[in-house]
């Protein structure tokens, strides 16, 4: 008979009943018509519908409802296995950066991730030969035989409003079994609470989900499908799928322009000039006191910037590309998470990070190209400070400089003749076998392919576990082969470490130690210190002012045993470094109730709902908050007056032209005292001079049109952003850590986690 578990709470049994009854009623719902889509196979089909009846039956089990129950099992179309090892779950609560461990719980704090902490689901396995079917995590998926997976009922995973429910199913049992009537037990282990405070807290960032599982495609699936979450992570080799949900804080302004677009224009920086100033140390803007703290960030692409950016260029999760134009400037660094393109006089004077191509054909970079796809330096006289790239670097015009050091996993075109200031590594070659190249290296020299030098210079050291050729050239430090070694006419100031056979001709000049583990034929040579040969040593016209060691019977060589040091193997290329990620998402707009609204006292501002401010007329604001269907002002005069702040919220049209609009007293720009928050989704054209915040998160905001130059004091945040004709936008530094509209965001949020721990065992 099924009883209630004594351990179990009365607050848990009601959600968990619900959840059962949910559960049981999507399986009904939707299972059937899932099935449809798992497979061709009728086998497949048959043991998912089977499958699928056990999810059901057993889900008051799995989630504390009842302690025992026995299934009949039909397990006619293959064998039936329990796989306590099968699948895990890990759920983390913090940054993309900085998470710490929800589940499992975790007493090191220097160890919060998910690669090392998990929490075991285990399986249920029904194999059918051509197809596989799971019960996994409450949930049941189907995969055939080339890995395709699909869900056929849902897992226990419930997001609803802004409460996760997640009660994790944990099967063990030893169970393999097949036939027509397989007879199974289910009894239910100890269910365990996580401990979350909760609501939980504003600065709490997201809470990240990760599923490592066979079934980790359809997982993803249903992640991005039934829930508001966002796939974050997809990894197929190591099958994981991660989610993230957002916890609810306050947006605060730090940026100049926030557009949450994802449209590869999702900000047009054309002609449009962006800085920053601080208004609490100078009470206005001027170019004497302006910095270079104006960010610009989106959710979508940066395409082009034909003007100057005075901070830091952001793209991130569902980004496009970032295009800067020849007459383009990027006073901070640039981070995307997609290409990057920089055209013909473009500048970058700090770092470039991106997760994709980066093609340079600008000017200069003032920092380092940071990329996990290849680099291109395209432009004769191209300036960068340096390369760290996961892929390819190529030089496709002669005359790139490199100020800095360079990791590349290859190097291609180096017969372009690049000029290198730093250190060199790759796990590819140096060069190409037999065609050396004469491109000098001031640095360490590592390359794991192999080396291939001509009348060449390399100041530093050189590291190959590969082989070295190399013809007229100068090594300033020791030398590190792992292959074989060709140093013909070559000068070595160094120790010579060789793993292969040396050879060298054409007076070539070695002044420190050579160690040589296979063979060595030295011809015109001369050797400052000892030789080592722990192979055979053929040597003509070689001079050896030290000891050798090695074959005795040559003129040239003294008695001793052998001592070879093995070569070092070089370092490999550093991995990229992965671009920050601030927030894009734009504040969400709330209006204020109707009884923290105030009434525009001023006849000549409103008509019927709404502030037209046509020529001649003028309108006074007294501070306060507004809500009005249009804000349009057109050559009249605008004037928020007094020393308080103005909250206006605009529904329908929103239209600053070339008129007069007075947001600070004369001569001041201080943005923290007017906030004009539009909900439309219509477009808003601003070009008139404006301080304060516009935020219009659903909707363009177009500073670009007209014959009239405007200063946009403060900030904007916008759906899309375009700026032309010489307009500017200047970030007061004020702004910084402020919210506006209701202070929350537009995304997923969640407030409330509830996770258990719900062990099952499975017995026949």
């Known amino acids: 008979m099924d009883e209630s578990r ?166 063990h049992g030893e169970v393999r079994a097949s036939g027509p009537q397989v007879g199974l037990v289910a009894t239910a282990g100890a269910t365990d609470r996580v401990k979350i405070s909760n609501p939980l807290p504003e600065d709490s960032g997201s809470v990240y989900v990760t599923v490592g599982s066979e079934f980790y495609q359809a997982w993803g699936r249903f992640i991005a499908e039934r829930t508001d979450g966002r796939v974050v992570e997809l990894d197929h080799d190591a099958q994981t799928v991660s989610v993230e949900l957002v916890v609810p804080s306050p947006v605060t302004i730090d940026n100049a322009i926030q557009a949450g677009g994802d449209g590869s224009g999702a900000i047009k920086v054309q002609n449009l000039s962006v800085d920053s100033y601080d208004s609490t140390t100078h009470s206005s803007y001027s170019s004497s006191n302006a910095n270079d703290d104006g960010a610009v960030i989106t959710d979508g692409g940066v395409n082009p910037i034909e003007g100057t950016v005075g901070g830091n260029v952001y793209t991130i999760r569902r980004a496009k590309k970032v295009k800067i134009a020849s007459t383009g400037r990027v006073n901070g660094s640039v981070h995307s998470q997609r290409k990057v393109e920089v055209a013909g006089s473009g500048v970058v004077e700090g770092d470039i990070f991106a997760e994709q191509k980066v093609m340079f054909k600008g000017e200069e970079v003032g920092g380092t190209v940071h990329s996990e796809e290849q680099v291109e330096l395209s432009s004769s006289g191209v300036s960068v400070g340096g390369v760290r790239t996961g892929s390819e670097l190529r030089f496709k015009a002669d005359g790139v400089m490199v100020d800095g050091d360079v990791h590349a996993e290859e190097l291609k075109n180096l017969d372009k003749d690049p000029t290198l200031n730093g250190d060199v590594y790759t796990n590819g070659t140096f060069g190409k076998q037999g065609n050396g190249v004469g491109v000098a290296v001031p640095g360490e020299l590592h390359a794991s392919g192999g080396i291939y030098t001509d009348d060449t210079t390399v100041s530093g050291a050189a590291y190959t576990d590969g082989d070295l050729e190399d013809t007229d050239s100068n090594y300033d430090d020791e030398v590190h082969v792992g292959g074989d070694a060709d140093l013909s006419g070559t000068t070595v100031s160094g120790d010579v470490f060789v793993g292969g056979d040396l050879e060298t001709s054409n007076s070539a000049d070695i002044t420190g130690t050579v160690y040589v583990a296979g063979n060595a034929d030295l011809d015109s040579t001369a050797i400052d210190g000892d030789l080592h040969v722990d192979g055979e040593l053929t040597c003509s016209n070689t001079t050896v002012t030290g000891q050798v060691y090695g074959d005795t019977s040559l003129s040239c060589v003294t008695t001793g045993s052998p001592s070879v040091v093995a070569p070092t193997s070089p370092d490999d290329p550093k991995p990229p470094k992965s671009p920050d990620e601030p927030s894009p998402d734009p504040p969400k707009i709330e209006v204020p109730p109707e ?118 004091h403060g900030a904007i945040i916008a759906e899309q952003v375009q700026g032309d004709n010489g307009a500017q936008v200047h970030y007061d530094e004020a702004l910084s850590g402020r919210t506006v509209g209701d202070g929350k965001n537009g995304t997923t949020t969640i407030q409330y986690l509830h996770v258990t721990t719900n062990e099952m065992t499975i017995e026949d």
């Open 6 to 171: 004594a351990q179990t709470n009365p607050v848990a049994v009601a959600l968990l009943t619900g959840l059962v009854v949910t559960g049981a009623l999507t399986v009904v719902v939707l299972g059937g018509g899932v099935i449809d889509e798992v497979s061709n196979s009728a086998a497949t089909e048959r043991a998912a519908q089977e499958m699928t009846q056990f999810a059901s039956e057993t889900a008051a089990v799995a989630l504390g409802g009842s302690d025992r129950r026995r299934v009949d099992f039909s397990a006619t179309e293959g064998t039936l296995t329990t796989q306590p090892d099968a699948s895990w779950i890990c759920i983390q609560n913090g940054t993309a950066a900085n998470r710490s461990l929800v589940l499992p719980e975790s007493d090191d704090p220097e160890n919060e991730t998910c690669e090392d902490n998990r929490t075991a689901m285990g399986a249920a396995v029904y194999d059918t030969g051509d197809g596989r079917v799971a019960y996994e995590g409450g949930g049941v998926w189907t995969s055939d035989t080339d890995g395709n997976s699909r869900m056929v009922s849902p897992p226990e995973f419930h997001y609803r409003g802004e409460t996760l429910t997640l009660p994790v199913v944990q099967l």
């Open 595 to 712: 009884d923290e609204l105030d009434s525009i006292n001023d006849t000549d501002c409103t008509n019927g709902g709404t502030i037209q401010v046509q020529s001649d007329e003028t309108c006074t604001l007294q501070p306060g908050k507004y809500d009005v269907s249009k804000l349009d002002v057109d050559q009249g005069k605008l004037i928020f007056a007094g020393d308080g702040r103005v909250e206006l919220y605009v529904s329908d049209d929103l239209s600053l032209s070339s008129g007069n609009i007075t947001t600070a007293p004369a001569g001041e720009h201080d943005a923290t005292r007017v906030e004009v928050n539009y909900y439309g989704n219509q477009g808003a054209n601003v070009k008139a001079n404006f301080t304060g915040v516009i935020n219009a998160p659903n909707a363009k905001v177009d500073i670009d049109e007209g014959n009239y130059v405007p200063h946009i």
